[in-house]
Each structure stands twice: as structure tokens, then as C-alpha cells.
């Protein structure tokens, strides 16, 4: 009897190693590491040790023989990774740190971020290196995204902000909290002052919406950061009163984070970190229909699996998708990995039709919005249906849930297509594609708005190897003259 990888599963490897058998895949040197929303265990190779999920930093491992009922389907899908699927169970090479890793002359790095990325690429800086490690966040409360972004009611994923606050507390840590770079202290300032800098700064701008009105939907950003208490976000930014019809635009799991927590009755809520006052706002909200939009088709869900299997599961707020009966075949020709494969098994809805006075969640494919107005949204169709048609949804409030554009950090290079710290490969460049020395970049500030919180550990670590590259070469070559630094912290730090 096996064990299974569940729906909290952030794909951060971490049960990868310490498995005797090497059945967890795909592993990070395999082309679908980094592609599929979870880690598989293979049923036929598995001996049943349990050391994964003594690993797993969110609980996302069980034993086969206790999933709930509405996790058996974790079972069948670990399996079905394995069926069509030729898996080499052997050990990779082993790899270890360069031999002279001695002469690393990194002493001082600055990490700028607190949220996972940063501290992913401190836990690799303090391993491989005898480095100090300075945090800079411009929020009073370390963790990015992990602490005010992670949905309250995904308790166990927010345990990962257990794991993180250790290595606040490392003796080899300063933590610079309140300290905004590009206000507080220059991103030269930073440069003169540590051997390294990473910028592990995420995106916090809404990717832009063309719409022909110019009313401007609320963004998803706003209501993250009004549940989850972020210090920015006022008690009073989102007011439910007389909100009964919401129209989330976009169907990442955002937009399911979004539905979920409008719809979820409050005793799910309650006891968990959710913010108070959005927690007395939802225990009076009149809400009962939220549309999740989608401008593309169910084949293309933005969304994962495990977060719209997970919204089907739970039985106190039904599930329906809008369409027609091509969608219905659409559906049904979905393979079970598919994101919108558990929607196969819902009633269709028209949303036109409110439901009976409860509440519910209506999918909503291949409708782009084109305009907002008073108690409406307009959308233009690209179905075979209704290709081009506009016509409009009902909505009391209009929310926009369509990714997330970093921002430009004076004295940083900027991609303002990506929306990123102009970079290859983490090392930070400038407009001539030539590396800024000292200068490095994770996370979403690397990559774009894209993946989930164990998606930044190997990123980090691949930023950490080239760092420590680099200051092996430069020692070899010449030594760098570290003289004329001085500690910029104790003179302004606050
Ligand atoms: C709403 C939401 C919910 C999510 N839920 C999940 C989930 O349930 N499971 C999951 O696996 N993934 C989830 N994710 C994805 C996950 O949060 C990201 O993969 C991850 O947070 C990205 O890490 P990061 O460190 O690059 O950025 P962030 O977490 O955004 O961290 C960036 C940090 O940099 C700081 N900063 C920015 N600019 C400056 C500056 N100028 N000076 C100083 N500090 C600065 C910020 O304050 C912040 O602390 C969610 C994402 C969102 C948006
Ligand atoms: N595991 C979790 O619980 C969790 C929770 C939250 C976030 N995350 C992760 O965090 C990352 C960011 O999530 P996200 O939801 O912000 O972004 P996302 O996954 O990129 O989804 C963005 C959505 O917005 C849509 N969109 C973009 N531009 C649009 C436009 N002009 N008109 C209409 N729709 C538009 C996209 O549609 P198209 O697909 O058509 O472009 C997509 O549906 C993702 O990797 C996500 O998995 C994970
Ligand atoms: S229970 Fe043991 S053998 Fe099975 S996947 Fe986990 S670590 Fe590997
Ligand atoms: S969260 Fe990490 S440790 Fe847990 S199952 Fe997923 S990859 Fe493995």
C-alpha cells in the first residue's frame, strides 16, 4: 500500500532525496520537472517507508489507505503519471559543491525580499557558504506572498512560513524590516556595501487589462491583501454590502482563491489566519454567485488541477459551467491530469439565471471582458457559438485576477515586456545584455508572476550555483579588492 502526493503539494522537491527508491518524479533533471501541478509517487516502486512524508513541509503525503474519500482521486492520478511512462528508478550522478569552495569570497550578501525566493536562495547561501545574509523587505512582517498572499483557509501550505521563520532567527541572519530599496537605501548603496546582492522582490503591479470603459475592476490584489491583513490594504478596501453578483476576470488560481473564499461559508474560515475584519465582512455577506471568466477554453485553464478539484469537492457551494453542449464534449474529452478535468462531472448553469438564494460558483469559458458598467460586466464570445457576440453578465462587483508585472526599481535594469529585473538566467544585466557584477535576481523578479512557492527553490539554487561561480572565477582571476566597504546599516538602518 503506497503513499500518495495530494493537492498542498508546491512542488519544492524537498521529498525528493530523501526517498530510498527514487520514486518520486518527475525529478528536477527530467523535462516535465517545473510542468506538471504536483510530484508523483509511482504505486509499483514505492516501499512504503514514509520518510516523504516526514519531508513534506505542507503535509501533502499520505498513505494510500488513509486519504479521505474526496482525496482518492490522488491515488489514481499518482498512478496514471506512471502508466504511459517509462520512469528510470536508478540514482542520477551524485553532485557535490566545486572542491575549492573555500575561496568563495562572498562574506556579505544582501538579500532584498523576504517572500520564498528570497528565502530559498538564503537557505542555499547559508549551506554552501560561510556568508552573512542580510534581509531587506520594505514590509514590517517577513514572507511575501507566503504570508500575504497564501490563502487562509490553505493551512497547510501556509506552514510553510513555519519553515521560513527559522532562518529568520539563524545566527548568520540580520533582518532589515520596513526598509524599502530604491526609497530607504539606494540599490548603489547596497552594491558598495555587500559582496552580492539578490533581488528577490516578486511583482506587485496588476498585469494591464484593455477594456473600452473606463471604469477599472477591483484588483484581485486588493482583495488578497484585504483577507490576509496585509499592512497596505485598509479594512475598509473592499466593502461586500449589497455585493450579491461577482464576476472574477481570468481563471488562474487566483481567481479560484478569489471564488473560493467569497462563497466559503464562515466556519471554514474561522480559526485560521484570515484577517478580522474581513472575517466579520463575510460572515454578513449576501454574496451568493461568483462567475470565474475565462477569455480561452477549458483546455487551456489556468487554473490547477488540485485547485479545481478542489473547489468541486467541496460539497457546500455547488459548481456549474456556463455553455453549450460543444463545452460538454469538450469537458468530456479531457484527459484525468487535465486542469478542468473534475469540471467534467458538473451541472451546466446558465448565469443569466441567478441560483435559489444559496451560494455558487459558475464557470465561465471563451468570454474575454470588453467592458465594465453599473451591475454588469460585457463580454465578447470566441466560442464556435458565439464567436464575437458581446453580451453581459450581471455584477455587482467586478474583480480582475489576471497575473501579476513587477515594477522598475530605480538604478536596476528593467524588462518592461517581461515585467521583470532584466536578467539571463538570474545573473541581472544591463541593456546590453552584460552582467551587472554582484548583482543576481529569483523568483518571480526573474522569472514573471508564474509558479508556486516550491517553484522558487530550484530557481534559487541555480542563482545561488552561478553567484558561486562567479566568485570563484573572480578569485582565481585576480581577487576582488573588497577594501572601502563599510557597513551601511549601522549608520541608517532603522
Ligand atoms: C494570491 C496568491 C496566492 C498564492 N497562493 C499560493 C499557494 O497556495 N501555493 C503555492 O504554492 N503558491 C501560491 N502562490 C504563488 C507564490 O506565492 C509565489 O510563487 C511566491 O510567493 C513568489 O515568491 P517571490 O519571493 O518571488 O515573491 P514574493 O512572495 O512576492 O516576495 C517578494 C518580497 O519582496 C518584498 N519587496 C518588494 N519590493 C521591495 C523593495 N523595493 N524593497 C524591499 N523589499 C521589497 C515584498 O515586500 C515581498 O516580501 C500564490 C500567489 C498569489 C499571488
Ligand atoms: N497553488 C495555489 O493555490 C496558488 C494560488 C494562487 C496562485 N498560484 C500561482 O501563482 C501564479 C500566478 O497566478 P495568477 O492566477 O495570478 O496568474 P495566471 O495563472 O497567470 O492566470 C492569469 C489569468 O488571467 C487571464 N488573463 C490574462 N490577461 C487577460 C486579459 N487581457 N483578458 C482576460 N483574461 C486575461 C489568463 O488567461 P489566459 O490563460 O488566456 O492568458 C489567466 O486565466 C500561478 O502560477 C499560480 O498557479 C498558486
Ligand atoms: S514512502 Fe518511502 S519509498 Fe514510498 S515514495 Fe515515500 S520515501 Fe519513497
Ligand atoms: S510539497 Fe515538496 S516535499 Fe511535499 S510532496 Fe510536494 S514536492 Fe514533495
Same mark, same amino acid.
Given at each position: 500500500?503506497a503513499?500518495?502526493?495530494?493537492?498542498?503539494?508546491?512542488?519544492?522537491a524537498s521529498?525528493?532525496?530523501?526517498c530510498p527508491?527514487?520514486?518520486?518524479?518527475?525529478?528536477?533533471d527530467?523535462?516535465d520537472f517545473?510542468?506538471t501541478?504536483?510530484?508523483?509517487?509511482?504505486p509499483?516502486?514505492?516501499?512504503?517507508?514514509?520518510a516523504?512524508a516526514?519531508?513534506?513541509?505542507?503535509d501533502?503525503?499520505?498513505?494510500?489507505s488513509?486519504l479521505?474519500p474526496?482525496?482518492?482521486?490522488y491515488?489514481?492520478?499518482?498512478a496514471?503519471?506512471?502508466r504511459?511512462?517509462?520512469?528510470d528508478h536508478?540514482w542520477?550522478a551524485?553532485?557535490?559543491?566545486?572542491a575549492?569552495?573555500?575561496?568563495?569570497?562572498?562574506k556579505?550578501?544582501?538579500?532584498?525580499?523576504?517572500?520564498?525566493?528570497a528565502c530559498?536562495?538564503?537557505?542555499?547561501?547559508?549551506?554552501?557558504?560561510?556568508a552573512?545574509?542580510?534581509?531587506f523587505?520594505?514590509?514590517?512582517?517577513?514572507?511575501?506572498?507566503?504570508?500575504?498572499?497564501?490563502?487562509?483557509?490553505?493551512?497547510s501550505?501556509?506552514?510553510?512560513?513555519?519553515?521560513f521563520?527559522s532562518?529568520?532567527?539563524h545566527?548568520?541572519v540580520?533582518?532589515r524590516?520596513?526598509v524599502?530599496?530604491?526609497?530607504?537605501?539606494t540599490v548603489?548603496?547596497l552594491s558598495?556595501?555587500?559582496?552580492?546582492v539578490v533581488?528577490?522582490?516578486?511583482?506587485?503591479?496588476?498585469r494591464?487589462?484593455?477594456?473600452e470603459?473606463?471604469?477599472?475592476p477591483?484588483?484581485?490584489r486588493t482583495?488578497?491583501g484585504w483577507?490576509?491583513?496585509?499592512?497596505?490594504v485598509?479594512a475598509d478596501?473592499?466593502?461586500?454590502?449589497?455585493?450579491?453578483?461577482?464576476?472574477v476576470?481570468g481563471?488562474?488560481?487566483?481567481?479560484l482563491?478569489a471564488?473560493?473564499?467569497?462563497t466559503?461559508?464562515?466556519?471554514?474560515l474561522?480559526?485560521t489566519d484570515?484577517?478580522a475584519h474581513?472575517? #466579520?465582512?463575510?460572515? !454578513?455577506? $449576501?454574496v451568493?454567485d &461568483?462567475?470565474?471568466?475565462? %477569455?480561452?477554453?477549458?483546455? =487551456?485553464?489556468a487554473?490547477?488541477?488540485s485547485?479545481c478539484?478542489?473547489?468541486?469537492?467541496?460539497t457546500?457551494?455547488p459548481?456549474?459551467v456556463a455553455g453549450d453542449d460543444?463545452l460538454s464534449?469538450v469537458l468530456a474529452?479531457?484527459?484525468?491530469?487535465?486542469s478542468a478535468?473534475p469540471?467534467?462531472?458538473?451541472p451546466?448553469?446558465?448565469? #443569466?439565471?441567478t441560483g !435559489?438564494? $444559496?451560494r455558487?460558483? &459558475?464557470?465561465s469559458?471563451g %468570454?474575454?471582458?470588453?467592458? =465594465?458598467?453599473?451591475?454588469?460586466l460585457d463580454?465578447?464570445?470566441?466560442g464556435?457559438?458565439d464567436?464575437?457576440?458581446?453580451s453581459?453578465i450581471p455584477?455587482?462587483?467586478?474583480?480582475?485576477a489576471?497575473?501579476y508585472?513587477?515594477?522598475?526599481?530605480?538604478g536596476?535594469?528593467?524588462?518592461?515586456?517581461?515585467?521583470?529585473v532584466?536578467?539571463?538566467?538570474?545573473?541581472?544585466?544591463?541593456?546590453d545584455d552584460?552582467?551587472?557584477?554582484?548583482?543576481y535576481?529569483v523568483?518571480?523578479a526573474?522569472?514573471?508572476a508564474?509558479?508556486?512557492?516550491?517553484?522558487?527553490?530550484?530557481?534559487?539554487?541555480?542563482?545561488?550555483?552561478?553567484m558561486?561561480a562567479d566568485?570563484?572565477s573572480?578569485a582565481t582571476?585576480s581577487g576582488?579588492?573588497?577594501?572601502?566597504?563599510?557597513?551601511?546599516?549601522?549608520?541608517?538602518g532603522?
Open positions: 500500500m503513499f500518495a502526493i495530494t493537492q498542498n503539494c508546491c512542488n519544492d521529498c525528493l532525496s530523501v527508491v527514487n520514486c518520486i518524479h518527475p525529478t528536477p527530467e523535462p517545473g510542468k501541478d504536483l510530484l508523483y509517487i509511482d509499483r516502486s514505492c516501499i512504503d517507508c514514509g516523504c516526514d519531508a513534506c513541509p505542507v501533502a503525503i499520505t498513505r494510500v488513509r479521505s474526496s482525496q482518492a482521486i491515488a489514481e492520478l499518482n496514471d503519471y506512471y504511459d511512462r517509462p520512469v536508478a542520477g551524485p553532485t557535490f559543491p566545486p575549492d569552495i573555500g575561496s568563495v569570497s562572498l556579505r550578501v544582501a538579500v532584498v525580499g523576504t517572500g520564498p525566493a530559498y536562495t538564503a537557505t542555499a547561501l547559508l549551506r554552501q557558504t560561510d552573512a545574509v542580510t534581509f523587505d520594505k514590509l514590517p512582517v517577513p514572507g511575501g506572498l507566503a504570508r500575504y498572499g497564501v490563502a487562509p483557509d490553505h493551512t501550505t501556509r506552514r510553510i512560513g513555519e519553515h521563520r532562518l529568520f532567527v545566527s548568520r540580520t533582518m524590516l520596513g524599502e530599496v530604491g526609497v530607504d537605501v548603489e548603496e558598495r556595501t555587500f559582496d552580492a533581488y528577490a522582490v516578486g511583482a506587485d503591479r496588476d494591464q487589462l484593455p477594456l470603459s473606463e471604469v477599472v477591483m484588483s484581485a482583495l488578497v483577507y490576509t491583513g496585509h499592512p497596505d485598509p478596501a473592499v466593502n461586500l454590502r449589497g455585493v450579491t453578483r461577482v464576476v476576470i481563471n488562474g488560481n487566483v481567481a482563491d471564488a473560493r473564499i467569497l466559503a461559508p464562515v466556519e471554514d474561522v480559526g484570515i484577517s474581513a472575517l #466579520a465582512a463575510l460572515r !454578513d455577506s $449576501a451568493q &461568483v462567475t470565474v471568466l475565462g %477569455r480561452r477554453g477549458p483546455e =487551456v485553464a487554473f490547477t488541477r485547485e478539484q478542489a473547489l468541486v469537492d467541496r457546500s457551494v459548481v456549474l460543444d464534449s474529452a479531457l484527459p484525468l491530469s487535465a478535468a469540471l467534467a462531472s458538473v451546466r448553469a446558465d448565469e #443569466a439565471e !435559489d438564494g $444559496a455558487r460558483i &459558475v464557470f469559458f %468570454r474575454a471582458p470588453v467592458a =465594465v458598467r453599473p451591475g454588469a463580454v465578447r464570445g470566441s464556435a457559438s464567436a464575437g457576440v458581446v453581459s455584477a455587482d462587483l467586478v474583480l480582475q489576471t497575473g508585472r513587477g515594477s522598475a526599481l530605480p536596476l535594469p528593467f524588462d518592461a515586456d517581461r515585467g521583470t532584466r536578467n539571463v538566467e538570474g545573473r541581472v544585466v544591463d541593456s552584460r552582467p551587472v557584477a554582484g548583482a535576481v523568483g518571480w526573474k522569472r514573471g508564474t509558479g508556486g512557492i516550491g517553484d522558487n527553490k530550484l530557481d534559487a539554487e541555480r542563482t545561488v550555483e552561478l558561486l566568485s570563484l573572480a582571476s576582488r579588492a573588497t577594501a572601502g566597504r563599510r557597513p551601511l546599516f549601522g549608520r541608517t532603522r
